[in-house]
């Protein structure tokens, strides 16, 4: 059985929206705004690139980042590694072909299948929605959360406000840094 892992910017009311200066968001770019850097805060992202098998994107993050992770250095551990689009609208030929084999999921179904393969983790980058509907579906096992110390109040959020019963996380990594940032990663609790 693989492991889902969401990976997430996410302001400390929730919101995870346009963390990068995405456009058409008020408070786009975020995370580099009044929050000094510290590189050791970031250290997560380089273990996620290296322990990752797979990829997973929503369509909106999928089409943000195609264009641009590919020729990145920074982002050269992902290349090769297999991605999975899950869209109901996107087709092959939106595809770039410089980033990998990569495959598109019509359905949560066609996710949870995945899941039981065998395989390494699957990290989730961005994809707000998909997120959500990935949360609600109980399909999601591990949260990698860098929160930043900023109140956004609207926005994309991370998780949905769906009524439902409550679940459970294990914190099993934590720190904090002297930019207020936290890391936070939690187990989802089966």
Known sequence: MRTLISSAFVSLDGVVEAPGGEPGYRNSGWTFKNVEFIEAAYEIKGREQREAAAMMFGRTSYEAFSPVWPDMAEFADYKEKPKYVVSTTLTEGDLVDNWGKTTILRSLEEVAALKKTDGGPIIIHGSATLNRNLSDAG????????????????????????????QQLKLVEHEAYANGMQKNVFDVVR
């Open 139 to 166: 399909l999601i096992d591990r949260y990698h959360l860098l929160v930043f110390p900023v109140l956004l109040g609207a926005g994309k959020r991370l998780f949905s406000t769906t009524d439902k019963d409550a």
